[in-house]
């Protein structure tokens, strides 16, 4: 057995700590994050009065209520993220909204969109806000938002909706008045764009419960923790999960695989859409 220092992470542990994180979250730590994973954990350690990291593998690996886990990936993710982040995707949407998902409200569909890996909210409720900017109000009814993350906590405070003046920043001032209500402490979304969204727990890595298709989904700056295989199975899975011709968004620095590439076109930066079946254009 390799000797541990107490709060030390051995390469050892780091190793089973890795294969662990990978095969519950999909994250790909690699080995030189050695010491910025052992500092962001060394606090769960104190936290749960655990003498090394081979008794916080163990409260890992015995963890029915999945609280742990949750609190391994909220250390070693981020929730970074803003209101219209990547600003063109959310024109992108505006254009797509007028040319086909009106025409579409209008004969009766209805029409699904995700916001997978939505953090706090922001991005689900940005799609909301657009959507209601943008169609007829008896419309709006018939769209349907689904915005998953697998952290508990960040999906708590999404569904509250309320902001401080930092998170709000780059908010336009109408759009702030027209979609939000001043609290004590910053702003709360109204509840038309509140009603739009439903927030479920999902880790992207297990399996998907829905059976619907959707319209648009945006996976954008969550793929990118994970390695090339786990991204291309995603990129698959979610292109599974599209209508034919639906859009699929994603972070700025994250990139399609050849074989994602082949089933989509580009229609801008960072955002694709699905070819119908057979179509080589
Ligand atoms: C950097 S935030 C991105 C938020 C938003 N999509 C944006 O671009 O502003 C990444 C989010 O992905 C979530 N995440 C990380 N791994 C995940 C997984 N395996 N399944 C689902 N969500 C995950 C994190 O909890 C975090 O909220």
């Known amino acids: 057995m390799p000797q541990t220092t107490q709060g030390a992470l051995s390469p050892h542990q780091f190793d089973a700590l890795a294969e662990f994180v990978k095969s519950r979250i999909g ?6 994050k050695r010491a910025l994973v052992e500092s962001r954990l060394i606090k769960r350690l104190s936290v749960l009065r655990l003498p090394d990291f081979d008794a916080y593998l163990d409260t890992l690996r015995n963890d029915p209520s999945g609280a742990e886990m949750n609190a391994l990936s909220q250390a070693l993710t981020t929730n970074v993220t803003a209101f219209f982040r990547e600003a ?14 009106s025409p579409r409200l209008a004969r009766g569909e209805e029409v699904r969109l995700w916001s997978a890996g939505c953090s706090i909210g922001a991005e689900p409720y ?6 209601i900017e943008e169609l007829p109000s008896e419309y709006v009814s018939r769209v349907k938002i689904l915005a998953t993350d697998i952290d508990k906590s960040v999906l708590a405070r999404a569904r509250h909706g309320e902001y401080g003046a930092r998170e709000t920043e780059n908010l336009a001032p109408d759009i702030l008045s027209r979609h939000f209500t001043v609290t004590a402490t910053g702003h709360v979304a109204n509840d038309p764009v509140r009603n739009l969204v439903q927030f479920r727990g999902l880790n992207l890595i297990e399996a998907w419960p829905m059976k619907k298709l959707f319209a ?15 991204q291309a199975a995603l990129w ?12 699929l ?13 082949r089933s989509v076109r580009s229609v801008g930066v960072t955002c694709y859409q699905k ?7």
Not at 126 to 131: E, L, R, Y
Not at 249 to 260: P, Y
């Open 27 to 32: 994250l790909h730590l690699r080995a030189e």
């Open 88 to 101: 063109h995707h959310f024109e992108r949407l505006r254009e797509w909204i007028r040319s086909d998902v």
């Open 126 to 131: 940005s799609i909301a806000m657009v959507m």
């Open 216 to 230: 648009a989904i945006f996976c954008r700056n969550v793929v990118i923790y994970f390695d090339a295989p786990t």
């Open 236 to 247: 698959k899975r979610f292109l599974d999960q599209l209508e034919p011709e639906g859009h």
């Open 249 to 261: 968004m994603i972070g700025h620095s994250e990139r399609l695989d050849q074989n994602a590439l």
């Open 275 to 281: 070819k119908k079946e057979g179509a080589t254009q």
